[in-house]
């Protein structure tokens, strides 16, 4: 069975003026397994604070989205494309694979996850020390700006990969993924909330 992985976007939390403790309510309420806290608009201060709150009030899996930085305060972190090219270009690894071994050497049994996106990026992603991919998008959102929407081929995609996969994207609790480990819920678990509140 698809188990929920929340996605706390903490911009998204704010708009909702939902706090991290109401969200965390949320969570159980939803029987959510990992939770991804994502913050593009606070200073690393309060992001390792959040944090630190978070692993305060949440039991299960908390996951990091792009800080390495931040990974010490969490079970995990997730990175995008970009973010591990920026980290292989900023050390002067000469592969993905590379870059992924050092950064199994800085977070060690952490969980390291990994955004895909088509066919290509999954077998990629097949010889890296991954715990497992996000793969998306799912459909279109309203909080990102996707150009590539899977859909149902998400289902396809996921037999490609031997790391457990997360869609992602516009993912709503009760849509039906396939043999996905994991489906990806941002903003619908604030609005099924808010409506049941």
């Given amino acids: ?3 929920i ?3 706390c976007d903490k911009e998204l939390l704010d708009y909702f003026e939902i706090s991290l403790e109401e969200y965390v309510k949320i969570a159980h309420f939803y029987d959510v397994e990992w939770i991804q806290y994502r913050d593009k608009k606070s200073d690393i ?3 390792r604070e959040n944090l630190k709150l978070l692993k305060k009030i949440w039991s299960k899996t908390l996951i990091v989205n792009d800080h390495i930085e931040l990974a010490q305060f ?3 972190i997730h990175l995008g494309q970009e973010d591990l090219l920026s980290f292989l270009e900023s050390f002067g690894f000469r592969s993905r694979y590379e870059a992924v071994k050092a950064l199994r050497k800085i977070v060690g049994k952490k969980v390291i996850g990994l955004s895909t996106h088509n066919e290509e990026e999954i ?3 097949n010889i890296l020390d991954l715990d497992y991919i996000g793969l998306g998008a799912y459909r279109h959102s309203g909080t990102k700006q996707v150009e590539n929407i899977l859909g149902d081929r998400v289902k396809e995609l996921v037999k490609i990969s031997r790391h457990p996969v997360a869609v ?8 039906n993924i396939g043999s996905a480990a994991f489906k990806v ?3 619908d678990l604030f609005k099924k909330w808010l409506t049941f509140s």
């Fill in 1 to 3: 069975m698809t188990k």
């Fill in 5 to 7: 992985y929340g996605l």
């Fill in 45 to 47: 201060e309060q992001k």
């Fill in 74 to 76: 969490a079970d995990g």
């Fill in 123 to 125: 077998k990629e992603a």
């Fill in 168 to 175: 992602i994207g516009g993912v709503r609790v009760y849509d």
């Fill in 185 to 187: 819920i941002g903003s």
